[in-house]
């Protein structure tokens, strides 16, 4: 089993529509959890952090299932300036090791 | 500058040349580190330092690939006798502490092409 493994992509939708992301990783001992959002050609950047069950932000809602090890990102009233790659990143229990999926692919559709 | 800053932003070399990577972390980072981002991939990583020390280089893929920050700030990856595999976009980051209590910030990479 890969570390991180994320839905292959790419989804493409339309403006205002409700799409969800899946990533589940191997590593039993991740404490921490990231959403990195990646524009093409840019460097990644911190979406959401996910430390308990899940937390919401705005039109984002991460979700944590620890027994299933499954991380999920939903995104709802999708904009044109959602069109990005997400990666999942996993962090090793107490220390600066971050694992980070190959990444979805979205892309919004007017 | 407040952020991450790489250099070059675009590196193309000839096989067998040695090329040299530069990252300025943010202003006090205690940790940085460098990964690997090939096409279509996410981000691999190479190696970590925390303030001077490197305490991880277990991701370097040869020993053609070395790195160093030698005062605890400034970090320079050097590639020797360079492949085409070995193009790829070349990211630093850095975060304030020594654990993800603080987000990674990354600077916006070098691309090296090896012809």
């Known amino acids: 089993r890969k570390e991180v493994e994320q839905d292959p992509g790419p989804f493409n939708v339309p403006e205002g529509a409700t799409v969800a992301f899946n990533c589940t990783y191997s590593n039993s001992a991740s404490q921490s959890f990231f959403w990195y959002r990646q524009d093409c050609r840019k460097e990644p950047k911190l979406l959401m952090s996910?430390?308990?069950s899940g937390n919401e932000d705005g039109r984002f809602t991460a979700q944590l299932n620890r027994a299933s090890q499954y991380i999920s990102l939903l995104i709802r009233d999708s904009k044109l300036s959602d069109s990005a790659t997400y990666l999942c990143?996993?962090?090793?229990?107490?220390?600066?090791?971050?694992?980070f999926g190959k990444g979805t692919k979205l892309s919004v559709i007017p | 500058g407040a952020g991450v800053s790489q250099s070059p932003r675009y590196k193309v070399a000839k096989r067998g040349q040695d090329v040299a990577l530069r990252c300025d972390p943010i202003?006090?980072?205690?940790?940085l580190f460098w990964y690997q981002q090939a096409l279509g991939q996410g981000p691999e990583f190479l190696t970590y330092f925390q303030n001077e020390a490197q305490l991880d280089k277990s991701g370097l893929p040869s020993d053609r690939f070395f790195a160093e920050r030698p005062e605890g700030s400034v970090s320079t990856l050097k590639i020797q006798r360079t492949q085409q595999e070995d193009s790829a976009v070349y990211l630093c980051a850095s975060f304030r502490g020594r654990n993800y209590n603080s987000p990674l910030h990354f600077g916006n990479g070098t691309r090296l092409t090896v012809t």
């Open positions: 202003s006090g980072h205690v940790s």
């Open positions: 990143v996993p962090a090793g229990a107490g220390s600066y090791q971050l694992t």
């Open positions: 996910v430390y308990s």
